[in-house]
């Protein structure tokens, strides 16, 4: 190994004193590396890069704490002078030595160029908690003619011997290094400048294109771990005309957690929905509960605002019409706490509805919405509007502190928990539920103004989750 290391160490040493100058095709493919990774990456985190070269890609995540590891001693002090914010270390993938631990970790092109990649990957462990985030791309092996080649024609620099590794390959090392790949995206389709926009921001994301592209980013986490102490569940119950469904959520529900609240938030009915709430809670003083009086419009702003009255550690929405039996939930709860997903997401798709559960049209329209939101995600999706969505408190903290990006579109609010989940790379698990009739009161959604609606919607977040 040391002569491996010492060869590709010389190599990179004339790279950065600029005896191997790089090709106008790795230019821009290293800067279309760079936009990729600035929107895959929240701002204001700690980033860790493995392999981080002249620190360009690094500085692109906008850190609030950057470091950056290479072997080259010549990149590593050129990196420093480009990017004086950032901080850089001479050290090797397979040795180095860090006591911190980061919220991502950076290995850009960098797998396919280690003598061992499976230690290399197993020294990330310690740094990493459980909402870290490992990402990393490597060339697409469709290519490697193509690459020997453009060298061949003096169209591009000749590389080292590599390993060429097959996303199956690295998948399968990450899993026994202690991480999981949980979302896949295929990018770079043309590397040249001004073109080569259009070719790997639309059509690099279209099925007839994607395999052509020339490299594979794989977004992993550590493998799951159960929550080491129970936490305080928030069960937030929008509620707006069900007068008639309120007593059933207290002898309906399930005690979850350390403690279980329930957080109402009523939203100018017709009917005497908020005395009701107010007289069941009185009625039951062995819950905790509050109530609270929604001052804005539609679901999203009272589920936001319970929100952010709740207490607990996990939150949970509960639709007050009881579509979503109650009695689910500790299914959610299990599934978060035990680690296997970061946002629960309710499904009902999966199993026979009950006759009038759900309308033909409005069935056709979730299955498109499905499709199109596991295609814009990266993650499967089956059911998008679904009321019931389980996350823990300080990852809606991170989507909400970043709702910006999207804007606030999104009346249901089920969106925009979407949009925001995937924006920060949680992994997202469906949860099939036995959807039922309603037993009071008459559905607040009408199915074609808010289907319209939600066409625009996932147009929008296309260009904001897709083509970019």
């Known amino acids: 190994m040391h002569d491996y290391n010492a060869q590709r160490r010389a ?26 990774y600035g929107l895959l990456v929240s701002p204001a985190q700690r980033v860790l890069e493995i392999g981080c070269g002249l620190g360009d890609l690094l500085a692109a995540t906008r850190p609030a704490y950057g470091v950056g590891i290479d072997f080259s001693p010549e990149l590593v002090r050129q990196a420093g002078q480009r990017h004086p914010q950032l901080n850089f270390v001479e050290a090797e993938a397979h040795t180095f030595k860090l006591n911190e631990t980061f919220d991502v970790i950076i290995l850009s092109d960098l797998v396919n160029d280690l003598w061992d990649v499976q230690t290399a990957l197993e020294r990330l462990r310690p740094l990493c908690t459980q909402s870290t985030r490992i990402i990393l791309n490597l060339h697409s092996r469709l290519h490697q003619p193509a690459l020997g080649l453009a060298a061949g024609l003096g169209l591009a620099n000749r590389t080292l011997p590599q390993n060429w590794l097959t996303t199956q390959d690295l998948e399968n090392l990450l899993y026994l290094a202690g991480f999981e790949v949980f979302k896949r995206q295929k990018e770079v389709l043309l590397p040249l400048p001004l073109v080569g926009g259009f070719f790997n921001k639309f059509l690099a994301k279209l099925p007839l294109f994607e395999g052509l592209t020339w490299t594979n980013v794989l977004v992993a986490r550590p493998q799951a771990q159960p929550a080491q102490e129970k936490p305080i569940v928030s069960v937030i119950i929008p509620a707006r005309n069900e007068a008639g469904n309120v007593e059933a959520v207290f002898s309906r529900l399930p005690r979850m957690g350390a403690e279980t609240e329930i957080v109402f938030v009523e939203g100018h009915s017709k009917d005497d929905t908020y005395e009701t709430i107010q007289k069941a809670i009185a009625a039951h003083p062995e819950w905790k509960c509050q109530l609270h009086k929604q001052s804005g419009k ?10 952010a009255k709740a207490s607990g550690d996990v939150l949970m929405i509960l639709d007050a019409d009881l579509t979503v039996r109650p009695e689910e939930l500790p299914r959610f709860y299990e599934a978060l706490v035990s680690g296997k997903g970061e946002f629960i997401n309710g499904v009902r798709l999966v199993y026979p509805m009950q006759e009038q559960a759900m309308r033909f049209l409005n069935l056709l329209g979730n299955k498109f919405f499905s499709l199109a939101f596991s295609w814009l995600l990266g993650q499967p999706l089956k059911d998008t509007l679904c009321g019931t969505k389980v996350l823990y408190r300080k990852d809606y903290e991170r989507i909400a502190a970043n709702r910006s ?3 606030d579109f999104d009346p249901f609010g089920d969106y925009d928990l979407i949009f925001g989940a995937a924006k920060q790379n949680l992994k997202i698990v469906d949860l099939p539920i036995r959807y039922q009739e309603r037993t009071y009161g008459s559905t607040n959604i009408d199915r074609w103004r808010h289907g319209l609606l939600l066409i625009r919607m996932v147009a929008f977040a296309a260009f ?3 083509f970019i």
């Open 11 to 36: 190599h990179w040493d004339k790279v950065a004193a600029g005896k191997i100058s790089q090709s106008i095709f790795s230019r821009a493919y290293q800067g279309r590396l760079a936009e990729i």
């Open 405 to 407: 990006y999207f804007g």
């Open 464 to 466: 904001r989750l897709k």
């Open 298 to 307: 539609g679901k999203a702003d009272a589920v936001r605002l319970g929100y």
